[in-house]
């Protein structure tokens, strides 16, 4: 039987509403709702499959793992926290779960794009403000088609390519950039460096790992390269931007706003000036919070316990 502990179950149902059947079937399952550093060792004991969401796990924390841990399931795609050399050298293999809230987060973005392009949140904005002007004088705001303008997607994998099908039925041009260059029979679709993509994009959404690469690879140079009239929207990690930055070109009209549902602290600090931009769009990481997503985590983290338990290991990230 396999012995199985999820180490901060809450992050995920956090409502309550999951179903953890899936994982149950598998053998002995254990939940814990949160676990601080100093519980982990004690409740990693005996177990063979360690579930985390999003918890750090350091390579000195990793190297006191008991001998009979061998998988690590991060509960989503980004698995930045957890120290993969260090797993390796202990032989646990670490896998994640990509494509869970690949519909989701798709969604997001595209209710980023109408929002931007038809100004709902400053037309919101006015309303509070007891500002009838809109109705009684003109329109205050811009308003355009996203018809014919141009998507920047940086990193079409999973969730960026469903972003595409989306974009493309809402008949947009789409630019991507990726690691290796792409051909795409689109006509409407093209592959072009990062600096292309930049200069001809109405909206760039951002959908690349965070890795040492990609960390602050949206700064103050990049930016600069976007046009004045562009939106930015990342629904990937928050550090893939340089905050500082972004909120400078924001505050300086060098682009005309942004959409972010990750941040390079979350939640944010209480000062920070991006919770009080008028061109800013936040929320707080929810792209992977529907239930439905959230279900679906559950079911595909027991597929790749069961795979693993079957000698074929699935969706591994170690190196």
Partial sequence: MVNIVFLNSARVDFDEKLDFAP??????????AESSEEDILERVKGQHVVITKEIPLCGELIMQFPSTVKLICEAGTGYNNIDLEAAKRKGIVVCNVPGYSTEAVAQLVIT???NQSASMIPQQKMLENHDFTNFTHHLQVPHHEIQNKTLGILGAGTIGNQVIQIALALGMQVLTNTRTERVYENPRIRSV????LLEQSDFVSIHVPLTPETKHLIDKDRLGQM?????????????IIHESDLIEALQNKVIAGAALDVLEQEPPSLDNPLLYMDNVMLTPHVGWKCLESRQRLIELLSMNISAFMEGNPVNIVSP
Avoid at 193 to 196: G, H, N, R, T
């Fill in 112 to 114: 980023f794009m109408l």
């Fill in 227 to 239: 046009k004045p009239s562009a939106f930015l929207i990342n629904t990937s990690r928050g550090s």
């Fill in 193 to 196: 460096s990062l600096d292309e």
């Fill in 23 to 32: 994982l149950e079937a598998l053998g002995s399952f254990t939940d814990y």
